[in-house]
């Protein structure tokens, strides 16, 4: 967990540098399963649980 959240953060923040739309990310799986507060933490827009929970989230961020 330790490791793998450090270099979440470099990724979403690159992505988000690199990209010239806005866009939203989720994040997901066994590490924010642990620790799903880390999701904002990491600069993502949301967390889900579920492939269900991912579709359900993102039309609800693209809807915003």
């Known amino acids: 967990l330790d490791v793998q959240i450090p270099q979440v953060f470099a990724t979403i923040k690159n992505i ?7 866009i939203k990310i ?24 579920s ?3 991912a579709v359900e989230t993102g039309i609800t961020l693209t809807a915003s």
């Open 16 to 22: 988000r540098k690199r990209c010239e739309k806005q």
């Open 51 to 53: 492939v269900i929970a």
């Open 26 to 49: 989720m994040v997901g799986g066994y590490a924010f399963d642990q620790a799903p507060e880390m999701a904002k933490t990491v600069g993502a827009d949301a967390y889900t649980t």
